[in-house]
């Protein structure tokens, strides 16, 4: 079974552009999370999205959207860039929402000039 | 509000010796918790979760920790590390009282260094 896939890999932009990162879930996996991570904030989470809805968000400004296709598949915006998105962006996905395995992709290294 | 600390940010400990990785949580509830590893350049892998029941949990690699409601603490043990085992290591609660699993607060994580 093919695992948590993420495009692009890496990613540089510049201050004021947007991005958009997607994730693929592993077949038949309905819940997708975003995560942020920096080195000095850590693991933040950023979204969460189960059958196209999202369920839970975390605590980031309205510049970071996502959505979740009938597929599955999952994208999440940034709009009007700034130096402190540069990060990894993790995406994770589940079976279910409670007590299965929550398995990671490899992430977005995204770089902000 | 949940959290999660982990005092220790960098281990180093030499092949083949014990390793024992501290989590503290704060949580107003039945925690779900877990403990991650990442390799440099790669994503988490999961290697034990807890939900209920037996305290002493089991995971991949060798791994097992232990849920101490007392102590609010749910700590990584390994007997005989190995150099693969060099990593960053991650504990997490479920932030949704509902027990979702997709809304993760992680610590700071501990990077374990090994020595041969």
């Known amino acids: 079974k093919a695992g948590v896939t993420q495009t692009p890999r890496y990613l540089i932009k510049t201050r004021g552009q947007q991005v958009t990162l997607s994730c693929s879930p592993i077949?038949?996996?309905?819940?997708v999370s975003w995560y942020q991570q920096t080195p000095g904030q850590g693991l933040q989470f950023l979204f969460e999205?189960?059958?196209?809805?999202?369920?839970n968000k975390g605590n980031f400004p309205g510049r970071f959207s996502g959505r979740q296709f009938s597929n599955s598949r999952s994208e999440m915006n940034v709009s009007t860039l700034e130096l402190g998105d540069s990060a990894l962006y993790l995406c994770?996905?589940?079976?279910?929402?409670?007590?299965?395995?929550?398995?990671f992709g490899p992430g977005t290294r995204l770089l902000v000039l | 509000a949940q959290s999660v600390t982990q005092p220790d940010i960098h281990i180093t400990v030499s092949e083949g010796a014990s390793l024992e990785l501290r989590c503290n949580y704060s949580?107003?509830?039945?925690?779900?918790l877990f403990w991650y590893v990442q390799s440099p350049g790669q994503g988490l892998q999961l290697l034990l979760k807890?939900?209920?029941?037996?305290?002493l949990v089991q995971g991949i690699k060798g791994f097992e920790a232990e849920f101490k409601r007392s102590q609010s603490s749910f700590n990584l043990r390994k007997p005989s590390v190995h150099w693969s085992d060099a990593a960053e290591y991650f504990c997490?609660?479920?932030?949704?009282?509902?027990?979702?699993?997709?809304?993760?607060?992680f610590g700071k994580g501990t990077k374990l260094s090994v020595k041969p």
């Open positions: 997490a609660v479920g932030a949704d009282y509902g027990g979702s699993q997709g809304n993760l607060i």
């Open positions: 994770a996905s589940s079976s279910t929402m409670r007590t299965e395995t929550q398995y």
């Open positions: 077949s038949g996996h309905r819940s």
């Open positions: 807890y939900f209920s029941g037996d305290t």
């Open positions: 999205y189960f059958s196209e809805t999202q369920r």
């Open positions: 949580y107003g509830a039945t925690p779900y």
